[in-house]
Each structure stands twice: as structure tokens, then as C-alpha cells.
């Protein structure tokens, strides 16, 4: 659970800003000082309203976060062959079941700061940048986060994850693959049935990504 919390403060701090010529590091750095003062001395209130907490993480992510891109991503090789209508309700069911899970974490872990590192790298393609952050507990251990963003119509938007080397969107892709076999290729039942997770133990391990 301590993980899974970790990765709901990273994927919650992703909160809307006002972008304008705004660079990858302060659209993530502004993010995350939006969230620390939404959750200041309200943690234990969100905890008993938990309905309040999810709509306000949906509601901060809307802007900031790509979901169409995300989804399509997670989706593969499957998302040529999914009908628009299929699409977009994977989307749609992505959304809901990510914040759902993780909602809870923000409440439950925690976390001293979120400090935003002072570099910035350039990403596999010119419309991408990768931002790296560390959350620490306040048992004073880190936990290295690193976002990346693209570039669309003029606004730097989320379209990944990798928490201490775990690369989320692979992983979900990687599900939604394994899925897609166990249910021989019925890509409704998949949508249907979607419940990511996030390995706890993998996650506490730590990857290379």
C-alpha cells in the first residue's frame, strides 16, 4: 500500500496550470506545489471523503495529463483495430480505474516533500522532454520519479511515469497485452474488465528504466 500511495502522489501531482510558455520542469514543478497546498492540513478530510478527493484529482489531472495519448499507448498494437467507440471508452475506463485506485494513496502516504530536480533532459523525439523529481518519506527515504512530457498545441502535457525505475505505461501496456490473450483478443472483455496494477514488490525492488 505504501507504494501504491507513492504512485498516486506522483501521478496526483500532475495538477492544472496555467501553461503559457511555460518549460517542462515549471509545468511539473508549478504541478506539484498546486497539489502540496490542495492536501495542506486537509489529508485527514479527504480521508473520510474519499468521492471529494477522487473528483479533484480527476478534475487537476484533466489538463495536464494526455489521456487520449496515454490510452493509445497502453493500448499497443490493439489500438489500430479497436473501433473509435472502443477507444475512447478505453480511455474513459483508463481514467476512472487509475484515479480510483490511487485517490486513496494521497491520504495514506507519507510524504515529507516532492522536490522537482533542476535539470531537464530532451526526450526520444523533439516534441518530448523528461522531468525528474524524488518524492521523500518522511522516514527520509527517496523515491525517484521521472515524468515525461510532450508537446501538444503549444502546451507540455503528461503522456508517462516511471517510478523508482518502473516504467507505468509500459507496465499497463504490458497488462493490456496479457489481457488482451486471456480473453482471445475480445477487446470489449479487456475494456470491461480493466483493473491496472502496480506490483508492490517490483516497485519497492526498484527497475532500470
Request: proline residues 2%; glycine residues 6%; charged residues 25%.
Amino acid at each position: 500500500m505504501v507504494v501504491l500511495a507513492l504512485v498516486s502522489v506522483c501521478l496526483a501531482s500532475m495538477t492544472t496550470t496555467a501553461q503559457a510558455q511555460q518549460s517542462p520542469t515549471q509545468v511539473i514543478q508549478q504541478s506539484v506545489d498546486s497539489l502540496m497546498s490542495e492536501l495542506e492540513g486537509k489529508k485527514d478530510y479527504y480521508a473520510q471523503h474519499e468521492d471529494e478527493l477522487a473528483k479533484l484529482v480527476d478534475t487537476n489531472m484533466a489538463d495536464v495529463a494526455d489521456f487520449r495519448y496515454i490510452g493509445a499507448s497502453v493500448m499497443g498494437r490493439y489500438f489500430r483495430g479497436a473501433s473509435p467507440e472502443q477507444r475512447s471508452r478505453f480511455v474513459s475506463v483508463f481514467r476512472k480505474t487509475l484515479i480510483d485506485t490511487y485517490a486513496k494513496g494521497l491520504v495514506t502516504f507519507d510524504y515529507k516533500t516532492l522536490r522537482v530536480k533542476d535539470s531537464e533532459d530532451a526526450g526520444r523525439y523533439d516534441d518530448q522532454a523528461s522531468v525528474p523529481m524524488e518524492v521523500i518519506s518522511t522516514s527520509g527515504q527517496t523515491y525517484p520519479v521521472n515524468f515525461t512530457l510532450r508537446q501538444s498545441d503549444g502546451q507540455w502535457k503528461v503522456i508517462n511515469v516511471i517510478v523508482n525505475g518502473i516504467n507505468l505505461g509500459l507496465t499497463f501496456r504490458n497488462q493490456f497485452d496479457q489481457a488482451m490473450r486471456d480473453n482471445n483478443r475480445d477487446i470489449d472483455a479487456v475494456i470491461d474488465n480493466w483493473a491496472p496494477e502496480v506490483g508492490t514488490d517490483e516497485l519497492e525492488k526498484g527497475g532500470d528504466a
